[in-house]
């Protein structure tokens, strides 16, 4: 069965540097595009990034320039690295994989933007 596991969220100030992991299981993962979403209190869930499996990536216009996403395949781990976080990233970020016209998802990771 998939699951995905994300990690790394946390409370930060504006201006400082988080990087989310999410490491997948029970999918070859070489072989799947990984996306980040995240949905922020009161919000609806809204797509951020992906990764396709020859490393080409894509970004929502909110964070290209800020945000990079990398996978790993021999760790079966995505990662997101936000730079010159705004307090409007503050939201719950999740990993997703579509498998089999399924998507899966992760619990999600907290990231909070704070002075």
């Known amino acids: 069965q998939v699951q995905l596991v994300e990690s790394g969220g946390g409370s930060v100030q504006p201006g400082e540097p988080l990087t989310l992991s999410c490491t997948a299981s029970g999918i070859i993962f070489s072989l799947y595009v990984m996306h980040w979403y995240r949905q922020a209190p009161g919000k609806q869930r809204e797509w951020v990034a992906l990764?396709?499996?020859?490393?080409?990536?894509n970004y929502a216009s909110s964070v290209k320039g800020r945000f990079t996403i990398s996978r790993d395949n021999a760790k079966n781990t995505v990662y997101l690295q936000m730079n010159n976080l705004k307090t409007d990233d503050t939201a719950v970020y999740y990993c997703k994989v579509t498998k089999n016209a399924m998507d899966y998802w992760g619990k999600g990771t907290l990231v909070t933007v704070s002075s």
């Open positions: 990764i396709t499996t020859s490393d080409s990536r």
